[in-house]
T-cell receptor, first 114, second 116 residues
Framework: DAKTTQPPSMDCAEGRAANLPCNHSTISGNEYVYWYRQIHSQGPQYIIHGLKNNETNEMASLIITEDRKSSTLILPHATLRDTAVYYCIVRVEARGSTLGRLYFGRGTQLTVWP | DSGVTQTPKHLITATGQRVTLRCSPRSGDLSVYWYQQSLDQGLQFLIQYYNGEERAKGNILERFSAQQFPDLHSELNLSSLELGDSALYFC???????????????FGSGTQLSVL
């Protein structure tokens, strides 16, 4: 699986958009980008995933660059409850791949302040 | 609530002992994954089962073993425990093994293991 690079920490004012970057320059054509977050000592929570098109759901938006070498997770209106570690992961979906192995790096600690 | 149930929530034991952690996946999910999280190592993938069969192994020690039963619940057995095994152990489940969205995992709230 491709490796990802994320800034170790970011902060954001409550109510503002939080834009979390992720670099995955070695991503291959069949690897999806997944985002998870972990609020202190709780189990990680799935946020969103995509292949090459931008995606949006009730939690966030995922913007993937055209060359797919980087992506940005956008929390449009951050709240205090969004304070968490955010993980960007790339994963092959095809049979015979490293199935199930979601590799969590160190992620980005997002702190939302009032 | 993710729908994944892990028991117990906390476990305190002594070095050399053996413990069993239990996980019940979400209804309908066939894949179960185990992760270990310690302060210095982050989230480490241990092992995955799909419909009772082992599918992938990560950095799981030989002292650790797991299985998935016919009713799809899973157990992680940790033996000859050492101080360094103290960690949060998470179980996760997913509905599919392959295909789009198969990486969408639902995590339990974890078992905090303390080895004294």
């Amino acid at each position: 699986d491709a490796k990802t690079t994320q800034p170790p920490s970011m902060d954001c004012a409550e109510g503002r958009a939080a834009n979390l970057p992720c670099n995955h320059s070695t991503i291959s054509g069949n690897e999806y980008v997944y985002w998870y977050r972990q609020i202190h000592s709780q189990g990680p929570q799935y946020i969103i995933h995509g292949l090459k098109n931008n995606e949006t759901n009730e939690m966030a938006s995922l913007i993937i660059t055209e060359d797919r070498k980087s992506s940005t997770l956008i929390l449009p209106h951050a709240t205090l409850r969004d304070t968490a570690v955010y993980y960007c992961i790339v994963r092959v979906e095809a049979r015979g791949s490293t199935l199930g192995r979601l590799y969590f790096g160190r992620g980005t600690q997002l702190t939302v302040w009032p | 609530d993710s729908g994944v149930t892990q028991t117990p929530k906390h476990l305190i034991t002594a070095t050399g002992q053996r413990v069993t952690l239990r996980c019940s996946p979400r209804s309908g999910d066939l894949s179960v994954y185990w992760y270990q999280q310690s302060l210095d190592q982050g989230l480490q993938f241990l092992i995955q089962y799909y419909n009772g069969e082992e599918r992938a192994k990560g950095n799981i020690l030989e002292r650790f073993s797991a299985q998935q039963f016919p009713d799809l619940h899973s157990e992680l057995n940790l033996s000859s425990l050492e101080l360094g095994d103290s960690a949060l152990y998470f179980c996760a489940s997913s509905v599919a093994e392959v295909g789009t969205g198969a990486g969408k995992l639902f995590f339990g709230s974890g078992t905090q293991l303390s080895v004294l």
